[in-house]
Nanobody, 127 residues
Framework: QVQLVESGGGLVQPGGSLRLSCAAS????????MGWFRQAPGKEREFVAA???????????DIADSVKGRFSISGVNAQNTVYLQMNSLKPEDTAVYYC?????????????????WGQGTQVTVSS
């Protein structure tokens, strides 16, 4: 079983920045992907960004068009940790942000089929 723990959410003013962290523990895969999704009140969960590890330190990235240029994703494989740097935040970025993880397949990008989830962290962008 994989456990995911997110941190770094909070209240920020429009135009501000936050960095979310997600640490995985328990059973981890030799080849896996980790990603971020978000869910705003009354809306479905949507993909934000993901990485697929390649070897010990390199990874592929995939970022949703809605946040491209403002958000970036990074990770440290040895620490089983992925980060989401969020800049130029807007009120519409307000949501609960969830970390997901799963095995990597041969297809990339792949925004579906994440089986393991964290508890979520609230991000509120408001003045």
């Amino acid at each position: 079983q994989v456990q995911l723990v997110e941190s770094g959410g909070g209240l920020v003013q429009p135009g501000g920045s936050l960095r979310l962290s997600c640490a995985a523990s328990g059973r981890t895969f030799s080849n896996y992907r980790m990603g971020w999704f978000r869910q705003a009140p009354g809306k479905e969960r949507e993909f934000v960004a993901a990485i697929r590890w390649i070897g010990t330190s390199a990874y592929n990235e995939d970022i949703a068009d809605s946040v491209k240029g403002r958000f970036s994703i990074s990770g440290v494989n040895a620490q089983n940790t992925v980060y989401l740097q969020m800049n130029s935040l807007k009120p519409e970025d307000t949501a609960v942000y969830y970390c997901g993880a799963d095995r990597s397949g041969s297809t990339w990008p792949n925004r579906l089929g994440f089986d393991y989830w964290g508890q979520g962290t609230q991000v509120t962008v408001s003045s």
